[in-house]
């Protein structure tokens, strides 16, 4: 059986902080003795444990092939409506799927909160 390599994973959260809103100058007294929250910025999700893929022998891999995937991540790090946008082939698209969801991610946070993010995850298969 040939095993999948994640050499590469590649995130891209699609989702928009609110610390990128700009504030209006204040023009009188009252709007400028309110508080703002200061926000301390966004961290995208991160693989924190993969999952090896067994894949068939008869199944034909090109070097540097990748397949792209575009999933959910929940607050607590698991994967959702997995996703596949790139097919690198249909025989290991399934055991990619399988495998990315019992991948443990940490979850992206806004403001030291866990919140769910929709990501794309490229994976690279090497034989």
């Known amino acids: 059986m040939r095993r999948i390599l994640v050499a590469s994973i590649l995130l891209s959260p699609l989702f928009v902080s609110a610390a990128a809103v700009a504030s209006k100058p204040a023009s009188d007294a009252t709007a400028s003795t309110q508080v703002r929250p200061v926000s301390t910025g966004v961290v995208p999700a991160k693989v924190v444990s ?12 090109q070097n540097d092939a990748q397949v792209v995937l575009q999933l959910n991540i929940d607050q607590k790090g698991k994967a959702h409506d997995i996703e596949v946008v790139q ?41």
Not at 50 to 61: G, H, K, S
Not at 99 to 105: D, I, K, M, P
Not at 116 to 121: A, E, F, G, K
């Open 50 to 61: 993969l999952i090896d893929v067994q894949v068939p022998a008869t199944t034909t891999i």
């Open 87 to 127: 097919s690198l082939n249909p025989e290991l698209d399934a055991p990619v799927v399988a495998a990315v969801r019992g991948f443990h991610f940490r979850a992206a946070t806004l403001d030291n909160q866990a919140i769910p993010v929709t990501m794309s995850l490229t994976v690279r298969v090497q034989h």
